[in-house]
Structure formats: structure tokens, C-alpha cells
């Protein structure tokens, strides 16, 4: 990072950043990238780029553009959300298809759908590309774009042996994080066609997300995707040893075989431990957890983690709630 070759990437471009948004670019086989500090500002240029105020915003209910990402979609872009309830993040098409309005003089049209890459909430399962493309092909024959929230996309890469290319090839645009399991300290990127991304980028301007000697940044990005991506597979079979010595606790409902990538969501369900209670001892011993309240707790593995780490997260686990 130190080493990098910088410049000015508000004014006349950073060499670096450059390198990283053609690399990726080309992992995804579309014409541009644009890096921005975070998943949720490529998420929110794509959703500014696509729609116009007044118009609708569909994704899945539990969606990261709906849920964590502090309202943005209605308070920068003055859309409107429709929310569809899925099952493992898949939304099934006969609901997309009964909620959905066509522009008129009463109705505002959805514009934008927006599906993710691996589903977060569902503890990062894969979409089926087959599904996807259905959905994809339905919201393009009334109009609409597709984005994909793809934060996790490198995941669902490794996990399913299917190239970006092709996960990348019927939608609109697509976000990705270095910074999540590809390890970089910072940094997403919006990923589309050339005319996409000029327009991104006037709004990434306008959000303040335009960055001077970024190159530094974007040195870390091109080695989570050259060397951090081929590394998912270790975060995802010690996710899954993880999960099966979870299963085998008293008090705990976890179900090995959802867990496809990095991400080991539990369910507690013992009668007389209280999850916060749970979550803070585990922090005590070191173990690091996301609580989602009342009751579920995620854990992540990551290039930090090994298996002796699991095998203690496990043992605290089980002293906690044998307690
Ligand atoms: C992490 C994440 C994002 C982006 O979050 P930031 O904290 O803004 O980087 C977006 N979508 C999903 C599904 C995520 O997991």
C-alpha cells in the first residue's frame, strides 16, 4: 500500500484505483468500475443512477439496501420500497409478479429491483443463477433494472464454482466489497457499462465520495481480489465445521448444511440463558458475535480466524451454556 502510485481521483484519476476498477471490471466482464469507501455508497449510486424520485424500489425484505442502510433509498434518491418476503434470500417470482404496478397516472412503476449476492440475513446462502435470471428477464421485459447488492458476490463465486461473468451478465449493475471476506481494509466498487458508471460518478461526486490518493486504498483492493478470493474456500469449510459442532450444543438450533459460505447463524433457544447474556460472555472470552435480536447469533469466519480459533469459539459456546 505504502509503495502505491497515487494521484487525484476527484480530478484527473489515481493510476492505482484505475488498475483495481479495470481488474475488476474485467472479473465481472463489464466495461467499468467505479471505487467508492463503502457497499453501501455503490450500492446507493447504482440506486440513484436507475431511478427517478417517486418511483419504486423492489427487493427482498430483509435486504441490506432496505434494511441497514440508514433509510438512503428514500432520503437521497425519494423512492418508495416494496418489500417481498423470500425464502433463503430467493424471492419467488408469482410474488414479485402480484405486488408489482405498471406506471399510470395512480400508480408509481417499480424501476429498480434489487437483489443480493450472497443473502446476508439468510446467513449468506446463494441464490440460484437459474432463479435469478428468471427474475432478471421478468423486471427487463416491464422496464425495470436489476442491481445486484453483490457485497458478498466472491463468495458466492467460490461457493458455487459459477464465474462472476455470469453471475454479473443480466444485471444492471453490480456492488461488491473488498473489505468484507476478501480482506481489504476499505473499499467497494460499482461495477457496469461505461454510460452507468459516468453517471455513478457525478453522483459519487455529489455524496462526497470522490477520494484523492485513493490508490492507497485501492493497492489492498487488488490483493483481496487476487489472492483474498481464492481463500474463500478455507472461511467456508471451517464456517461449516463450525456450524456442525454448533448443531451438537443443547440450547442452540443451527443447521450445518445452510451454511454455504462464511457465515454461521445460530439460533438460541435455551430456556433459562438470555441471548445478550450469551453474546457479552462469549465477547469476554474473546469470541467476537453479531447478536440480531432476540435471538440469533452470527458468526463470520475470515482470513483471521483458523481452526483453533473454531474450536475454541465452540468450547466457549458450550461452557456458556451448560452454565
Ligand atoms: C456489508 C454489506 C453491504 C455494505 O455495507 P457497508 O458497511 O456500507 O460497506 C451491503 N450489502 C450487504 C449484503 C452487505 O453484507
Same mark, same amino acid.
Given at each position: 500500500?505504502?509503495q ?15 488498475? *483495481? /476498477?479495470?481488474?475488476? &471490471?474485467?472479473?465481472? !466482464? $463489464?466495461? +467499468? ?8 455508497? @455503490? #450500492? ?22 432496505l ?64 432463479? *435469478? /435470471?428468471?427474475?432478471? &428477464?421478468?423486471?427487463? !421485459? $416491464?422496464? +425495470? ?8 458476490? @466472491? #463468495? ?33 466498487l ?5 454510460d452507468?458508471?459516468?453517471r ?84 469476554a ?24 480459533d ?5 468450547a ?8
Open positions: 500500500m505504502a502505491a502510485e497515487v494521484g487525484d481521483d476527484v480530478l484527473d484519476g489515481d493510476p492505482t484505483v484505475r488498475a *483495481l /476498477e479495470q481488474r475488476a &471490471a474485467e472479473w465481472a !466482464g $463489464r466495461e +467499468a468500475a467505479l471505487f467508492v469507501p463503502s457497499g453501501t455508497m @455503490a #450500492n446507493q449510486l447504482a440506486i440513484g443512477t436507475w431511478t427517478r424520485p417517486g418511483e419504486v424500489m423492489l427487493a427482498e425484505a430483509s435486504a441490506h439496501v434494511l441497514y442502510e440508514a433509510g438512503a433509498a428514500g432520503a437521497l434518491h425519494g423512492l418508495q420500497t416494496l418489500p417481498v418476503r423470500g425464502t433463503g434470500g430467493v424471492m419467488a417470482l408469482s410474488e414479485v409478479e402480484r405486488v408489482w404496478q405498471e406506471t399510470d397516472l395512480h400508480t408509481p412503476g417499480v424501476s429498480l429491483v434489487c437483489v443480493e449476492q450472497t443473502h446476508m440475513s439468510s446467513g449468506g446462502r446463494v441464490q440460484p443463477l437459474a432463479e *435469478l /435470471e428468471r427474475l432478471y &428477464a421478468w423486471a427487463h !421485459g $416491464r422496464g +425495470a433494472r436489476v442491481h445486484m447488492d453483490g457485497a458478498r458476490l @466472491a #463468495n458466492a463465486v467460490v461457493a458455487s464454482g459459477i464465474d462472476a461473468r455470469d453471475w454479473a451478465a443480466q444485471a444492471d449493475s453490480v456492488s461488491v466489497c473488498l473489505s468484507k471476506g476478501l480482506g481489504a481494509p476499505v473499499g467497494s460499482l461495477i457496469a457499462d461505461g452507468a458508471i459516468e455513478a460518478l457525478r453522483l459519487r461526486k455529489r455524496l462526497g465520495g470522490g477520494m484523492r490518493q485513493a490508490g492507497f486504498l485501492a493497492a489492498a483492493g487488488l490483493v483481496a481480489l487476487e489472492e483474498g478470493l481464492p481463500r474463500l474456500a478455507e472461511d467456508h469449510a471451517l464456517a461449516r465445521s463450525l456450524a456442525e459442532r454448533l448443531s451438537a450444543l443443547d440450547g442452540v438450533h443451527c443447521d450445518p448444511e445452510s451454511v454455504e459460505t462464511n457465515i454461521v447463524t445460530v439460533e438460541l433457544v435455551h430456556p433459562e440463558r438470555d441471548p445478550q447474556a450469551v453474546a457479552s460472555e462469549l465477547e472470552a474473546g469470541v467476537r458475535a453479531l447478536l440480531f435480536p432476540p435471538n440469533i447469533l452470527r458468526f463470520v469466519t475470515h482470513r483471521d480466524v483458523g481452526p483453533s473454531a474450536e475454541r469459539c465452540a466457549a459456546m458450550a461452557r456458556i451454556l451448560t452454565n
